[in-house]
């Protein structure tokens, strides 16, 4: 069963330590016999869509061959084997060795583990991101936020650097002073103050994108002026300090029920909130809840806000779009964009 996980993970599914151990613990619960009870429990501990539930089990079968292939290559008959006795060779220290011998370095078995990639720190999940890689993460939430924190309206206000030239500024002032021209004049859009809510998922299925959950939050009240951040997977949470954002560990568990919370949200809107409000949510639109409450909710949001923005891990296929919630938010938001991964990540911050 480890073994096929791995070969899964070279098929890029998302296997990691929880799904190699449900997996194994649920070998006890069927009857291993049983090559369709096999089958449906692979698919259920590995598989995170469609296309994904379906590709078990040829997967599985081509795993199973190269396996047994693999086997039987081991294989050899003892009598074929010419018995001879090998001169003795004088072992030749190598320079690697003499190294080892020096810093008091042992040989050590490399064990697969999950988490080990062979891909581009662009193309990996962000789960399987290293120590190293999070500073990078870091930098391009960032990056995202500043992007989406300018909001330049059709009020201009005066400036001497950059804009569109104020030709009556420019011509007042050579008026008054009489002077030869000697400063520029213009006008540009003028900021304002930007405000953003930021609405989280955070059951099960979302356990694997905690490490960009967390570099957000952390990040998102630094950028914008008014800022309110929500957890949310059957019942809603408002994050009002730090160790609300260190409780998220203890809440990755359960379904999600998304119109029901978004509903809650609606009833506790804050004081600050107004049309010029952005709305930011990460979800996989997995939903158990009531889907007309959640057409009401986002249609609700959507005449409120300015503009919702929904990132989602999952979606690569426009059939991922079927997945109860999606099928329904996807009418209601400005800007829907998959982010999983750094190369995801900046695709979406190029298109912003």
Same mark, same amino acid.
């Given at each position: 069963?480890?073994?096929?996980?791995?070969?899964?993970?070279? %098929?890029?599914?998302?296997?990691?330590?929880?799904?190699?151990?449900?997996?194994?613990?649920?070998?006890?619960?069927?009857?291993?016999? &049983?090559?369709?009870?096999?089958?449906?429990?692979?698919?259920?501990?590995?598989?995170?869509?469609?296309? !994904?539930?379906?590709?078990?089990?040829?997967?599985? !079968?081509?795993?199973?061959?190269?396996?047994? %292939?693999?086997?039987?290559?081991k294989?050899?008959?003892?009598?074929?084997?010419?018995?001879?006795?090998?001169?003795?060779?004088?072992?030749?220290?190598?320079?690697?060795?003499?190294?080892?011998?020096?810093?008091?370095?042992?040989?050590?078995?490399?064990?697969?583990?999950?988490?080990?990639?062979?891909?581009?720190?662009?193309?990996?999940?962000?789960?399987?991101?290293?120590?190293?890689?999070?500073?990078?993460?870091?930098?391009?939430?960032?990056?995202?936020?500043?992007?989406?924190?300018?909001?330049?309206?059709?009020?201009?206000?005066?400036?001497?650097?950059?804009?569109?030239?104020?030709?009556?500024q420019?011509?007042?002032?050579?008026?008054?002073?009489?002077?030869e021209?000697? =400063?520029?004049?213009f006008?540009?859009?003028?900021? =304002?103050?930007?405000?953003?809510?930021?609405? #989280?998922?955070?059951?099960?299925?979302?356990?694997?994108?905690?490490?960009?959950?967390?570099?957000?939050?952390?990040?998102?009240p630094?950028?914008? +002026?008014?800022?309110?951040?929500?957890?949310?997977?059957?019942?809603?949470?408002?994050?009002? +300090?730090?160790?609300?954002?260190?409780?998220?560990?203890?809440?990755?568990?359960?379904?999600?029920?998304i119109?029901? #919370?978004?509903? =809650?949200?609606?009833?506790?809107?804050?004081?600050?909130?107004?049309?010029?409000?952005?709305?930011?949510?990460?979800?996989?639109?997995?939903?158990?809840?009531?889907?007309?409450?959640?057409?009401?909710?986002?249609?609700?949001? !959507?005449?409120?806000?300015?503009?919702?923005?929904?990132?989602?891990?999952?979606?690569? %296929?426009?059939?991922?779009?079927?997945?109860?919630?999606m099928?329904?938010a996807?009418?209601?938001?400005?800007?829907?964009?998959?982010?999983? &991964?750094?190369?995801?990540?900046?695709?979406?911050?190029?298109?912003?």
């Amino acid at each position: 069963m480890i073994a096929f996980g791995g070969y899964l993970r070279s %098929k890029q599914y998302l296997v990691g330590i929880d799904e190699t151990a449900n997996a194994l613990m649920s070998i006890n619960y069927i009857d291993i016999g &049983n090559f369709d009870q096999l089958i449906q429990m692979m698919q259920i501990c590995f598989a995170r869509s469609k296309d !994904q539930w379906k590709d078990v089990l040829t997967h599985y !079968q081509d795993f199973a061959k190269e396996y047994q %292939k693999g086997l039987n290559t081991k294989v050899v008959d003892e009598s074929e084997i010419p018995k001879r006795n090998p001169p003795a060779q004088v072992k030749r220290y190598q320079l690697e060795d003499i190294k080892k011998w020096l810093y008091n370095r042992k040989d050590k078995d490399t064990i697969e583990t999950p988490f080990y990639s062979p891909y581009n720190s662009d193309e990996v999940a962000f789960f399987r991101l290293e120590e190293e890689d999070l500073v990078e993460l870091g930098f391009w939430i960032r990056k995202m936020l500043q992007k989406l924190a300018v909001d330049r309206r059709r009020k201009k206000e005066k400036n001497k650097v950059r804009g569109d030239l104020d030709l009556r500024q420019l011509l007042r002032s050579r008026f008054l002073k009489g002077d030869e021209l000697v =400063q520029l004049y213009f006008r540009y859009p003028k900021k =304002q103050k930007s405000k953003m809510v930021f609405l #989280c998922d955070v059951s099960k299925s979302m356990d694997l994108y905690s490490h960009f959950i967390t570099a957000l939050v952390h990040r998102l009240p630094k950028i914008f +002026d008014y800022s309110a951040i929500y957890y949310f997977n059957t019942e809603l949470y408002e994050v009002q +300090d730090q160790e609300d954002i260190q409780e998220v560990a203890g809440l990755w568990a359960g379904g999600t029920r998304i119109g029901h #919370c978004f509903s =809650q949200w609606l009833n506790h809107l804050p004081a600050w909130f107004d049309k010029k409000t952005k709305i930011l949510i990460y979800s996989d639109g997995w939903d158990t809840g009531d889907l007309e409450l959640l057409n009401e909710s986002m249609y609700a949001m !959507q005449k409120m806000s300015h503009k919702i923005i929904w990132l989602n891990p999952v979606i690569t %296929k426009v059939q991922d779009f079927e997945v109860a919630g999606m099928s329904i938010a996807k009418e209601h938001v400005d800007i829907l964009a998959t982010v999983y &991964n750094l190369r995801t990540l900046k695709d979406f911050i190029r298109g912003l």
